[in-house]
């Protein structure tokens, strides 16, 4: 049964979407992540090791491979 209040996310520029938890995530493979934490911090740059929570990785700078 889901909840009806009304929740806020937060999306953070160059960064993840934050959520307020607990929540359960399903990815397009049908594959679901549960996050019991106050504040979920959900990767939309891709490049979280731990998809599709962020790790911060958003912060690093890419390397130039020319
Ligand atoms: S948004 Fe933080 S690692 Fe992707």
């Keep these: ?3 009806a ?3 806020t996310v937060r999306v953070v520029r160059g960064g993840p979407v ?6 359960d995530i399903e990815l397009p493979d049908g ?12 990767c939309a740059c891709g490049r979280s090791k731990n ?4 790790d ?4 690093r700078r890419r390397r ?3």
């Design 18 to 23: 934050l959520v307020e938890g607990p929540v």
């Design 5 to 7: 209040r009304r929740r």
């Design 51 to 54: 998809y599709p929570l962020c």
């Design 31 to 42: 594959t679901r992540v549960e996050s019991d934490r106050f504040m979920v911090a959900i």
């Design 56 to 59: 911060t990785s958003h912060r």
């Design 1 to 3: 049964m889901t909840s």
């Design 64 to 66: 130039r491979t020319s």
